[in-house]
């Protein structure tokens, strides 16, 4: 590989993005910067989120435009500059504009799709990002979608296909999950568990409908918001309070616990640019349900991972949903075989190896979940 500089221009600290960075900064040869437009937010971590390590590296955090430019300025030449986003953040993509000047700079964008189930509003997003395509397509090396849906989106807007490469967010990773449980006497129902904000657009209303028809099961949801209110009421109103439990915003790692005592996570939005509970659930050995307008449904594409159904389609989510229960309790073995798919996969480790490869050959080669 000649480049041997990775900056990584974000909006700030995430829990998804800092595993990839400190895989990266274990390996021989190559240098990383980390630049925050922002700080993590008080609403992050009121969900319970740490700060994330992102390993030694160089790291500012809500520097000048001045300072900003310096940094570009300073860059070796051939070194890679990873924004988040294209138009999304103000300084981002000031910064962007600046290294957009030099021509011996890997430029690369990374970008989720447009919510498109919104009508007029979901139209003249698109048409903006049209426009985007068009002024900025010539000065972007690689474009890093997340999921196949930002890959249809961004070349329907006016990207070329072989300058678009199926991208996604890796969280942490643990190997041992599954050793850590043990198979309890008492008898337990199959264990459901919903993760994210109580809010319209993750659309947790499908799922108790499509559990109500359902027996012998106990979901839990995890998380808080404007919604919560009205999915309490509805629980109440199709009589089965004692099969859900709402149990509001946690730190992390105890989020892990819970998903790793799951027999399921379902994950409904109606829209996600990825849904990282995805690669949480999967690396503790929990398949997922998911809807196919999220991201990371990209990389349910087995039955071992999981199922994917049609988007607000209760019936389709329910049929799926009873065929998983019907194939009984997530055992140990099956976990286990889950845990390794997922260490081949989507690991920050191989998620290094296939970003590394990517700016190593500046095109698109098939990503790592669609391999294993």
Not at 36 to 65: A, Q, V
Not at 319 to 328: A, D, L, Q, T, V
Request: proline share 3%.
């Amino acid at each position: 590989m000649k480049q041997h500089e990775i900056y990584f221009w974000l909006n700030c600290p995430s829990i998804h993005q800092a595993p990839l960075i400190k895989e990266l900064t274990k390996r021989k040869g190559i240098k990383v910067s980390v630049i925050y437009e922002n700080e993590l937010s008080d609403e992050r971590l009121k969900m319970g989120w740490p700060e994330p390590d992102i390993g030694e590296c160089k790291c500012f955090t809500k520097p000048s435009l001045f300072e900003r430019a310096s940094i570009i300025a300073n860059a070796k030449s051939e070194s890679v500059h990873i924004f988040s986003g294209i138009k999304s953040y103000h300084k981002t993509f000031e910064t962007f504009k600046i290294a957009t000047r030099r021509k011996d700079l890997l430029i690369c964008n990374m970008v989720e799709s447009g919510r498109s189930d919104q009508g007029i509003k979901s139209l003249l997003r698109f048409i903006n990002h049209s426009i985007w395509a068009l002024k900025w397509r010539k000065s972007i090396d690689l474009l890093l979608a997340t999921g196949s849906i930002a890959e249809k989106w961004w070349n329907k807007a006016g990207f070329k296909k072989e300058q678009i490469i199926e991208w996604g967010y890796f969280t942490d990773f643990e190997t041992q999950a599954a050793d850590r449980l043990t198979n309890s006497k008492n008898y337990v129902p199959y264990q459901i568990i919903s993760v994210g904000s109580l809010i319209e657009r993750k659309n947790q209303e499908l799922l108790l409908n499509a559990v109500r028809e359902l027996e012998d099961f106990k979901l839990t949801f995890v998380g808080d918001g404007y919604n919560k209110s009205k999915l309490v009421s509805m629980v109440k109103k199709i009589k089965i309070r004692d099969k859900v439990q709402f149990i509001g915003n946690i730190d992390n790692e105890i989020v892990q616990e819970k998903i790793r005592r799951s027999d399921l996570l379902v994950l409904t939005s109606r829209f996600d640019g990825w849904g990282a509970v995805v690669n949480e659930s999967l690396s503790v050995g929990t398949p997922v349900i998911c809807s196919d307008s999220c991201g990371s449904s990209a990389i349910i594409n087995k039955n071992l991972v999981g199922d994917v159904f049609k988007s607000n389609d209760v019936s389709d989510l329910r049929s799926k949903i009873r065929n998983r229960m019907i194939s009984g309790k997530t055992s140990k073995l099956s976990r286990n075989k889950l845990i390794k798919w997922a260490e081949n996969s989507i690991s920050p480790k191989v998620a290094a190896d296939y970003l590394l490869k990517v700016i190593h050959e500046k095109s698109k080669i098939n990503p790592p979940w669609k391999e294993s």
